[in-house]
């Protein structure tokens, strides 16, 4: 299925995101499993919740953030690792929250947290959270972190506008 997508051609089409967000799901599932992390997703039910770009360019964004927030809530012990996905809209957006319960962003942090090269984990590259953001921005959508400090988990908010606004 990642090959699939890493296969598209990068041209604008329809993509579900709920079902996008299940393929997603279905590649970390491995993952989740074995590091105990618990995974709730609140979508409202929508059903249109169509964005229309480069689909597999969407699915890497959220499989970057799935993953970093996974990676975050590895520090917690292996009954308090959480992490919630919610899907919702307006008129003109899907919105989607991907919270976790980890290790926070420091100040400091938030500041370089999309640049070239930032990485705060060891052994990290610095390209997923500027590959996000950059790629949002050229299809118009946004990303905004929010995060109270350290050993406080963080909240990633992306929107990206909906098919036909």
Sequence with gaps: MQQDNARSDY??????????????????????????????KNIIPEKEMLTVMPRSKLFNIMLNLIKNAAESVMSNKPDDRSIEISM???????????????????????KHLFEYGFTTKEGGN??????????????????????????????????IPRAGS
Excluded: P, Q, W
């Design 11 to 40: 041209f604008e089409e329809a993509a579900d995101m709920e079902e996008l967000l299940d393929e997603v799901m279905m590649i970390m599932e491995d993952s989740i499993l074995r590091n105990n992390v618990n995974i709730r």
């Design 88 to 110: 919702d809209y307006d008129d003109r957006n899907v919105l989607i929250s991907v919270s976790d319960n980890g290790r926070g962003i420091s100040v400091d942090d938030m």
């Design 126 to 159: 610095g390209f997923g959270l500027h590959f996000c953001a950059n790629t949002l921005k050229e299809m118009n959508g946004t990303i905004i972190v929010k995060s109270e400090g350290l050993g406080m988990g963080a909240e990633f908010l992306i929107t």
